[in-house]
């Protein structure tokens, strides 16, 4: 009874067994040391087409065609050679992945007798970590192909990941930007602040400017872009940063040049105004200088002599004030000579040499002996060094009663360069772009006109060079004027002189001008000198007086209401050809490009206003003696 008990237990084990195995969907199968199926479960024998027992006693690549003959790399044939638990994945022909697992099975003396295999399907489990990995490579290629620096902190400022152009960005190798913290490179903020705000950013990200520093220690200009992303159960934070240190350049250079422009156009606008003003001056005030001559050349008492001079002086005075604005104005070309630039210098810094050791100043030059010349207005050059020096004296006396002033002079390319250094109280930053405004100072009423520097900027400019300003408020100033090196310059062509100079006298001369002041100063003082002087105030009715009777030499203004004077001298070509170079212009105000022009290719002599009587005289005196 007993016997027949155990034997009953042990038929419900072997059922419970074949019941559980037969229950699981993976593919069980029980083999030999042969890999013959001594076993296997109806999802086996369902897989292959058959029934189990039909399984039993063949091999798997007789009952799964799919499978190579042999299984290559079979894990049931690995547990017999190495006695342990083997597994490996098999692809079929028909696209199908398997993962095979193999066990050791041993009897009661523990030899090996035999493995069970047990088979899943993964060829969708396989196509999905396939997708993920082509995602995450297609992502990794995406990044690091990206012409920005892309890097991912954590919230404690950890590098989490970062690509192959924000590693190069920051000199270091992607391997040692993984080590690094925030801080280590930003240097706009502090540790505390970074902190802080990679835990305050949003998904909506933000956008603003800082600094990097390379591992090299070198600063660049960085935009960044941010954006906070949930990752598992950190919050990380996405950083794009693109370098702009070369646009960061580039817009300080379109400032600078903006400003220089807007600084151009300022002059030129009081340019204009200077101009006319200069010509609504410069009319009476020939009448004031040239009366006031003509009164001190006769016998007056003593008391109404100084009182004439003194008008005459005020006078002058004006016209020196005019001759500055056109000067402004780029309107007065400056007489042009091959000019030694430091022989100019010193020849400013001797001038000033009283005046300089009694403020205290003291004076090292610096000035390049190997400097070449160059064509240039040595009086109007000297007028802008005596300019700055006064100025420089001037602030370094009021600043602390003494001072010290470098003069430096070097060539640069095809430039000459000329500096001058004080130790003043400098220039506040936002004054830098308002030195050379017209009527700007920053000293206190009636210490300063504010056209100074202006002036010496139109001269400058008139000379195609650049003058400009450096310096920080209470760390001094310096001026630089950069002038191009010019050999040689085609200069305005007046009337050929003779060898032999013949005296001329009498004559009868046509002045016009529309300035009655004008007319009757030319008259009284021609008429004086025993010439006949007719006077009209148009061109054309010059043109009617030149068409009915002969004339010696003309005096034309060269602005006139209808037609101009340089229109009367085409027309006079007509009806006189000879009277051509007989014609003397005048001038009050603008030697425009096109009237300098024509003068040079005329060869059209000119005098300006206010006239000097005795220069006067004996210009047109040579004008009538060279062509009569």
């Known amino acids: 009874m007993k016997d027949s008990k155990k034997a009953k237990e042990a038929r419900v084990t072997e059922v419970d067994k074949s019941t559980i195995l037969n229950s699981i969907t993976e593919l069980v199968a029980y083999q030999d040391r042969e890999l013959r199926i001594m076993w296997a479960n109806k999802a086996a024998a369902s897989a292959a087409g058959k029934t189990p027992q039909q399984l039993i006693g063949k091999h798997c690549y007789e009952i799964w065609p799919q499978r190579t003959t042999p299984c290559v790399g079979c894990p049931l044939a690995k547990v017999f050679k190495s006695g342990k638990p083997e597994s490996g994945e098999i692809s079929t022909p028909d696209g199908r992945v398997w993962l095979i697992s193999g066990y050791p099975v041993r009897d009661e003396k523990d030899n090996l007798v035999g493995a069970i295999e047990i088979t899943v399907e993964i060829t969708e489990r396989k196509k999905a970590e396939e997708a993920r990995t082509n995602e995450a490579v297609r992502r990794r290629v995406l990044i690091d192909q990206s012409r920005d620096g892309i890097v991912i902190l954590n ?160 006078a002058k005075r004006v016209a020196d004030i005019v001759k500055r604005l056109l000067t402004f104005a780029r309107q007065h070309k400056p007489e042009r000579t091959y000019t030694d630039i430091n022989g100019i210098i010193e020849g400013t810094l001797t001038l000033k040499k009283y005046s300089l050791e009694t403020s205290n100043i003291e004076v090292i030059t610096s000035l390049d002996a190997e400097l070449p010349c160059t064509m240039a207005d040595a009086g109007q050059l000297q007028q802008v060094f005596m300019n700055i020096i006064v100025n420089a004296e001037t602030e370094m006396k009021k600043a602390h009663g003494r001072g010290k002033l470098t003069v430096k002079t070097e060539r640069t390319g095809n430039k000459i360069r000329i500096s001058f250094a004080d130790d003043g109280p400098g220039i506040a930053k936002e004054n830098l772009e308002k030195v050379f405004d017209p009527f700007f100072t920053t000293r206190e009423g009636g210490e300063g006109t504010g056209l100074g520097l ?116 085409d027309e006079i070509g007509k009806v006189a050809p000879s009277l051509q170079k007989r014609v003397i212009f005048i001038t009050g105000d603008v030697i425009a490009a096109d009237t300098e022009e024509f003068l040079n290719r005329a060869k059209a002599p000119y005098v300006t206003k206010p006239f000097d009587i005795a220069g006067l005289k004996k210009e047109v005196s040579r004008i009538l003696t060279v062509n009569m």
């Open 454 to 569: 202006s002036l010496s900027h139109g001269i400058i400019a008139e000379h195609k060079g650049t003058m400009y300003a450096e310096g920080e408020e209470g760390k001094g100033a310096t001026f630089i004027i950069e002038l191009p090196i010019i050999d040689e310059e085609r200069q305005l062509g007046l009337a050929e002189p003779t060898d032999e100079i013949k005296e001329v006298s009498g004559g009868r001369i046509l002045v016009v001008d529309d300035e009655p002041t004008i007319l009757a100063f030319l008259k009284k003082v021609l008429g004086g000198e025993g010439y006949d002087v007719e006077t009209v105030s148009s061109g054309g009715e010059a043109l009617k007086r030149i068409g009915s009777g002969e004339y010696s030499l003309i005096l034309s203004d060269i602005k006139l209401p209808g037609l101009s004077g340089i229109e009367l001298y």
């Open 155 to 314: 919230q404690n400022g950890k590098v989490y990941e970062a690509n192959r152009k924000f590693a190069d960005m920051l000199g270091y190798s992607t391997k040692e930007v993984l080590q690094l913290h925030i801080w280590d490179w930003d240097t706009r903020w502090t540790k505390e602040q970074l902190i802080g705000m990679l835990r305050d950013v949003s998904e909506v990200g933000d956008h603003f400017e800082t600094c990097h520093r390379r591992k090299d220690g070198t600063i660049y200009d960085v935009e960044i872009s941010t954006n906070g992303a949930k990752f598992g159960r950190q919050k990380l934070v996405f950083c794009v940063c693109r370098d702009i240190t070369e646009r960061k350049k580039a817009e300080a250079e379109r400032r600078e040049l903006e400003r220089k422009a807007q600084i151009i156009d300022r002059l030129a606008s009081v340019g204009e105004m200077a101009s006319g003003i200069a010509h609504e001056i410069n009319n009476p005030l020939t009448g004031v200088v040239g009366f006031s001559e003509i009164l001190m050349a006769k016998d007056l008492p003593d008391d109404i002599r100084e009182e004439v001079k003194i008008i005459y002086d005020g």
